[in-house]
């Protein structure tokens, strides 16, 4: 299994299990909340039904016992309907506290006007309060630390599961997108080394001509120094590719490249701008300097033993730097001479715009 796909597999079941447990967690403090508030309500009905309950019996005839006892009987209406699912109903239905019944014989005592049966039915009254008040706190903080319990212990649970999700699941994964990252970076660095420098022939590329005839058109141009551009490519070289085989054409290339790189100045710069094409660019170098380099590559490109199994000939194009010039015209010029060079056949230098030279 690919790492990718463990990954995926750890992540469809830790996180599932942790959202889970989250859900659990918030419905267990939900019904916390509901059952505190019901515990709340009713112990709030019981008391105010043990205060009314005292209201009546020490009201006198005709100040209020009626509308304290329409209270007393709407109270215990609210809890005989209260639901059966209710955890507080058993309590309040218990048969050892009697509540009902002892709140019945209250009002008949109290609707009677006898103080007697009204103190005898209040003290039975207040001792069944007192019992269900007493039941429904103990079975109240039962469920409560229950609840809280469990509570602690989904919460633990997600803690264990976030940190095995951590270690298990997040930080491989971020050390294989580091690894990723890394490799990434180190492909990117290859492919940039590999477009500034040539393989087969070790020169600079395309890429780092670019930059290097940039800098040198801007310093040439502040100046005023004198900046020439030499293009070379070897006459019908696909001729001798398909005559001779690639690795023929190869060797050739390499060979051209090692002999003219051992006898460029230190300041010079040469390219492989691709193919069979090849740059220089000369730094300081005037016309006829470039003329007598060009002179000076075909000689060795002829006397040189190892170029000599396969015979070929250069073409080539001069360019100089003007004073308003950038390296993208300098670069059209040159690619025009060495265009009007291979007008004059194999060997010819031409120099934009000056002269032709053929060949010795």
């Keep these: 299994m690919r790492f990718q796909d463990a990954a995926r597999l750890r992540y469809k079941i830790t996180l599932p299990l942790i959202l889970l447990l989250a859900l659990s967690a918030l419905y267990l403090f939900h019904t916390l909340l509901i059952e505190r508030r019901n515990f709340t309500d009713t112990q709030g009905l019981l008391t105010g039904l043990h205060l009314t309950a005292v209201e009546i019996l020490t009201s006198q005839e005709g100040m209020g016992a009626d509308s304290a006892i329409g209270t007393f009987a709407a109270i215990i209406k609210k809890l005989q309907e209260y639901p059966a699912d209710n955890r507080l109903t058993k309590s309040l239905n218990n048969e050892d506290s009697s509540l009902f019944f002892s709140a019945e014989n209250f009002i008949r005592a109290a609707n009677s006007g006898q103080a007697d049966a009204i103190n005898k039915t209040m003290r039975k009254l207040a001792s069944s309060i007192g019992t269900v008040s007493s039941d429904i706190s103990k079975a109240s903080n039962r469920f409560h630390v229950n609840l809280v319990k469990y509570e602690y212990a989904i919460l633990f649970l997600i803690c264990i599961l976030a940190v095995i999700h951590y270690y298990i699941v997040d930080s491989p994964m971020r050390e294989e997108l580091i690894r990723c990252v890394r490799e990434k970076e180190l492909s990117q660095t290859t492919i940039k080394k590999l477009a500034e420098r040539d393989s087969l022939t070790n020169l600079p590329g395309r890429m780092k001509f670019y930059e290097e005839s940039e800098k040198a058109v801007s310093t040439a141009t502040r100046y005023g120094s004198d900046l020439a551009l030499i293009k070379m490519d070897i006459h019908n070289f696909k001729a001798i590719n398909q005559k001779h085989g690639q690795k023929t054409g190869d060797k050739i290339l390499a060979g051209f490249a090692r002999v003219v790189r051992k006898n460029l100045r230190r300041p010079d710069s040469f390219f492989r701008v691709g193919g069979d094409k090849f740059i220089i660019l000369a730094p300081h170098t005037s016309v006829k300097n470039a003329?007598?380099?060009?002179?000076?590559?075909?000689?060795?490109?002829?006397?040189?033993?190892?170029?000599?199994?396969?015979?070929?000939?250069?073409?080539?194009?001069?360019?100089?730097?003007?004073?308003?010039?950038?390296?993208?015209?300098?670069?059209?010029?040159?690619?025009?001479a060495l265009k009007e060079s291979k007008k004059y056949g194999p060997g010819t230098v031409y120099t934009h715009p000056e002269s032709i030279k053929p060949a010795e």
């Design 291 to 336: 003329k007598n380099l060009t002179d000076k590559i075909n000689k060795l490109v002829s006397q040189t033993k190892s170029l000599n199994a396969v015979p070929f000939l250069m073409n080539t194009g001069i360019a100089m730097c003007g004073h308003d010039e950038n390296s993208e015209t300098l670069l059209k010029k040159v690619d025009l």
